[in-house]
T-cell receptor, first 110, second 115 residues
Framework: GQQVMQIPQYQHVQEGEDFTTYCNSS?????IQWYKQRPGGHPVFLIQ?????EVKKQKRLTFQFGEAKKNSSLHITATQTTDVGTYFC??????????FGTGTRLTVIP | KAGVTQTPRYLIKTRGQQVTLSCSPI?????VSWYQQTPGQGLQFLFE???????NKGNFPGRFSGRQFSNSRSEMNVSTLELGDSALYLC??????????????FGPGTRLTVL
């Protein structure tokens, strides 16, 4: 069945270091979305990527969608304590169900 | 605009009981999706309703059901509760739904504990 895997599951970084989470799908995705969930909160939409090879930036965050539309990454430059939370990717397939990745929990050490 | 609201926020039930959770989407949003979030399984898609019709369904047993009303408000029902149903149930609304690739706006969730 459809699976969207994320690595790493956990990441601890010193404030100021960079952080990257990777998302891999077993099947080709029609698009991919990224969400952030703060501790005790609910997922909040960050961005959506649709095109093969697409790259989008939001301040210190860079999102990429792979050429084959099966993988994606989120890179945060110079992490801050406000970046703490769990980052989820979510991919849509032809069946239009939204499959969430397993998430990467980011801890930023001040 | 008010965000997605869910009621109740917390619920404690015992095995064998049934439960109904409610979700009010953002005004104008016609699609409502439900998710189950647990530490072990992450975020899992339950079902999506659009214009009162179930449009997509995840891999959950028939004990999990839902419906959507003409005002787009949605309810989900879980019958014959099991211990493993303890989870955070999240509702998300979007403008037009899955087929148009819209972003999902999540509610705060209902924390269900089954004893």
């Amino acid at each position: 069945g459809q699976q969207v895997m994320q690595i790493p599951q956990y990441q601890h970084v010193q404030e100021g270091e960079d952080f990257t989470t990777y998302c891999n799908s077993s099947t080709t995705l029609s698009n991919i979305q990224w969400y952030k969930q703060r501790p005790g909160g609910h997922p909040v939409f960050l961005i959506q990527l649709v095109k093969s090879g697409e790259v989008k930036k939001q301040k210190r965050l860079t999102f990429q969608f792979g050429e084959a539309k099966k993988n994606s990454s989120l890179h945060i430059t110079a992490t801050q304590t406000t970046d703490v939370g769990t980052y989820f990717c979510a991919g849509r397939t032809g069946a239009n169900n939204l499959f969430f990745g397993t998430g990467t929990r980011l801890t930023v050490i001040p | 605009k008010a965000g997605v609201t869910q009621t109740p926020r917390y619920l404690i039930k015992t095995r064998g009981q049934q439960v109904t959770l409610s979700c009010s989407p953002i005004s104008g949003h016609r699609s409502v999706s439900w998710y189950q979030q647990t530490p072990g399984q992450g975020l899992q898609f339950l079902f999506e309703y659009f214009s009162e019709t179930q449009r997509n369904k995840g891999n959950f047993p028939g004990r999990f059901s839902g419906r959507q009303f003409s005002n787009s408000r949605s309810e989900m029902n879980v019958s014959t509760l099991e211990l493993g149903d303890s989870a955070l149930y999240l509702c998300a609304s979007s403008l037009a739904g899955a087929s148009l690739r819209d972003e999902q706006f999540f509610g705060p969730g209902t924390r269900l504990t089954v004893l």
